[in-house]
């Protein structure tokens, strides 16, 4: 199998600059050793107007039968001779793909010490694979590779026999690519996407391929519209690995978007990875505003500093800031947590003494272990564990375990639920539960014009059911504070721009002292709001 890359160039830039790219001298046939058998680089042309690069992999059959030990394409026939006669020294597979990266690692990388600025720069590619296995077709390669740049994508089926054209085409094409991109860009989609494409792996697929995933997807992959498909067939198809992709490139996307580092974000997406309109979502999954905003500090938007060079608070830092604050102004010291996400909020909320008893609560079950790895509950000593304690529940329906304390928070949580179902929470958490206060926090989607990064009309994460304006979000408020006896009053978390408001509104809702003034919900109870889950705790 093999595959050639092809560029142009002039007098003052010559495409023998290819060479420096690829860290493979024209002038030279080199050869590599590969777990499978050799991989050769030459270059058939080589001159200042076109240079071509060839990579030449000679497969070892029998070293491919040997190593998979039952395991894979290569040593898991449909056939009893198909370990020994079959496609894979002839098609680009997983077995190209993993070439790709040995012998063109620093290329991969975009590293070129001798040239950087043409490392950086597009170059007129052309890239031919002879015989690729499509499984999807022609049409498959080009929605594939449409999407990242290239002004030609063509997939051209190849014929089963020449001889036979009755029997039609085969499931192999001929790809051709053409377009001014990035050399490492171009390498790092062949790498994800021929076994994509081939729906095999030669080799196990262990965790650590969702790191490789992720790194060769950097820039392309969070945006691509067929992500889903990609991470699920080069990552084998094994559910839990796709399911770690898909939450981590989610994650990257905001980062990118908000320049800030991924593991600076919380609040970003649903720790199972789902959008279930009928579960309590994730307190901590919000979307882009968690971005820094410009502020009166001199923090900027666009750069992610500030005037001072320091780095600027993240949005969630000052929500989840403003939410203590308001919780001591409020002398809680039993908190609620509904929608505990992954536990950022409960982790803060421990490290407060005041705080004496901390329940987090989510529906998701992999929410509540990923928070309980966050808050290390095994190595907690007794008395800081007897503070905090994870259950799943959804606040959908009423739940006596949630009776009799101070505050409750609702963490960027309304906005997932489909607006139908807000009377159900408003019953289960105002009605039932009735803590003395109840904070809830919600995007102002006035601000969204603020973010760069946001098209125009777009929510700031994809499991949003709506995103109120502050007017909106007032009036919903007034409403529930009415039916259940409570005041109400707002207050801003980041910066509050004169036209457009704040990133984020907070309404803290305060049981009214007369006891005369008692709940008089508008909509009934659900027939299933008496039911008490069974407490599972992490």
């Not at 190849?158 to 499931?171: K, N, Q």
């Not at 945006?223 to 994650?251: D, G, N």
């Not at 008395?383 to 905090?388: F, I, K, L, S, T």
């Not at 105002?430 to 803590?435: L, V």
Request: aromatic share 6%; charged share 25%.
């Amino acid at each position: 199998m093999f595959l050639t890359i092809s560029t142009t160039g002039t007098p003052e830039r010559p495409a023998t600059d290819l060479g420096f790219l690829l860290h493979k001298h024209p002038d030279n046939a080199q050869t590599f050793s590969t777990s499978h058998g050799t991989a050769h680089v030459l270059y058939p042309e080589a001159s200042a107007e076109r240079c071509t690069a060839a990579l030449l992999l000679e497969v070892d059959p029998v070293a491919l039968v040997r190593r998979g030990k039952g395991k894979g394409r290569g040593g898991a026939p449909d056939t009893a001779l198909a370990q020994y006669v079959n496609d894979r020294p002839y098609a680009a597979s997983s077995l190209l793909a993993v070439a790709l990266s040995s012998v063109f690692k620093s290329a991969l990388r975009g590293a070129c010490k001798a040239l950087p600025e043409r490392a950086a720069e597009p170059l007129p590619l052309r890239i031919e694979v002879p015989a690729v296995p499509a499984r999807g077709g022609a049409a498959l390669v080009r929605r594939l590779f449409d999407p990242l740049g290239w002004d030609t994508v063509e997939a051209e089926p190849v014929v089963l026999d020449t001889a036979f054209p009755e029997w039609g085409d085969s499931r192999y094409v001929r790809l051709v690519l053409e377009g001014e991109l990035r050399l490492a860009d171009a390498l790092n989609q062949l790498y994800v996407l021929l076994p994509v494409l081939d729906d095999a792996k030669h080799y196990w697929v262990a965790p650590d391929e969702v790191d490789k995933l992720l790194r060769a997807g950097d820039g392309w992959l969070a945006e691509h519209p067929e992500q889903q498909l990609i991470t699920s067939r080069y990552l084998a198809r094994r559910r839990s690995l796709t399911l770690e992709a898909m939450e981590r490139l989610e994650l990257a996307r905001l980062a990118e978007s908000d320049g800030l580092e991924a593991e600076d974000l919380d609040n970003a997406v649903d720790a199972d990875g789902t959008t279930d309109a009928d579960a309590t979502t994730d307190s901590d999954a919000t979307t882009g505003d968690t971005a820094a905003v410009t502020g009166t500090d001199g923090t900027s938007a666009t750069d992610g500093t500030t005037a001072t060079g320091k780095r600027p608070v993240s949005l969630a830092e000052q929500r989840r800031d403003a939410i203590l604050a308001a919780l001591r102004a409020a002398e809680a010291t039993r908190v609620l947590d509904l929608g505990c996400g992954q536990g950022q909020l409960v982790q803060a909320l421990l490290k407060d003494v005041r705080f004496t008893d901390i329940v987090g609560v989510d529906v998701s079950v992999r929410a509540l272990t990923l928070a309980g790895r966050r808050l290390r509950l095994e190595r907690l000593g007794e008395r800081q564990a007897g503070r905090v304690k994870l259950i799943q529940g959804s606040l959908a329906y009423t739940d006596k375990r949630l009776t009799g304390y101070d505050a409750a928070v609702l963490s960027e949580v309304i906005e997932h639920l489909d607006l139908p179902r807000l009377p159900a929470l408003e019953y289960a958490v105002f009605g039932s539960a009735r803590p003395r206060t109840v904070l809830v926090t919600t995007p102002n989607v006035e601000y969204n014009v603020r973010w760069e990064s946001l098209p125009a009309g777009h929510v700031r994460h994809g499991d949003h059911r709506f995103e109120w304006t502050r007017e909106e979000f007032r009036t919903w408020a007034a409403g529930v504070a009415e039916r259940y006896g409570y005041g109400v009053r707002f207050t801003p978390v980041g910066p509050d721009d004169p036209e457009v408001g704040p990133p984020t509104q907070m309404a803290v809702f305060t049981q009214a002292p007369n006891p005369a003034q008692a709940p008089n919900p508008t909509h009934a109870p659900n027939p299933k709001q008496d039911r008490n889950p069974k407490e599972d705790s992490a």
